[in-house]
């Protein structure tokens, strides 16, 4: 008997020493996450004239870009990635006009030249301060409007999906939630971004993209997203294609099935 109790006391302890380990990993992701999700790189523009300034119901400034394209059926409103801002994806953007599209883009709080700091409130709320300045200001009706949300920019692309409506929806490299980027299953409370919850809900077209060797969202990610659509929906999974640079690195046929879902809308 005495032996049992040993056992079991010493279970007990391991169970407790588990218990303070996940409280502990569950306060440190609460308060060290957005510093994770939230990584600004280094500004490289300026406020030209080529840039607008939002303001957001916060009053905070944002700063914004419109790539007008007379040619244009629809306008992409572009939702970037965590370690992005307006300067460091303007070539990129412009291979969206090239290839027949106009183009919205928006730095959200606290990333290039808009201020403030960044939160998940506050991207859906710079998600919903863009769109209504591409529908009010520049005259964009919602039926010519295809949302894009690359990696973190999934996050505002989908809540704003839900919220208003638009023709269509493009999510690349994007996660299922925030947290499980780095833990695979959800592991602890107060995960952001959860998108998984999210798209089942929505009834707009849909066009997954991701690349099967994406070090940054791993794949698996947009698999799961794919299977949770119950809307119209279609996907472009690049072998071998990487976080960065998948239009680069898939050649003409990212712009082809780009304009195929489109011209599907």
Known sequence: ??????????????????LVAYVAGAV????????MIFPRPPVTYELTPDYLQLTAPDGVKLAARHWPNSTAKYTMLYFHGNYEQLGSVNDHLAQFVAAGYAVFAVDYHGYGRSG?????????ADAETAYDYLRTKLGVPAERIVIFGYSLGAGPGVELARRHP???????????????VLTRIPLFPGDIFVNIAKVPELKLPILVIHGTADEVVPFWHSEKLYSAILAPKSRLFVAGGTHAGLADFTGPRYWEELKKFTNSL
Do not use: D, N
């Open 1 to 18: 008997m005495p032996k049992m109790q040993e056992l079991v006391l010493s279970l007990c302890r391991i169970a407790v020493l588990l």
């Open 166 to 180: 638009a023709a269509g929806l493009v999510m690349q490299g994007a996660f299922v939630s925030a947290y499980r």
């Open 116 to 124: 403030g700091t960044p939160s998940e409130a506050g991207l859906y």
């Open 28 to 35: 440190w992701a609460h308060f060290e996450a957005p510093g």
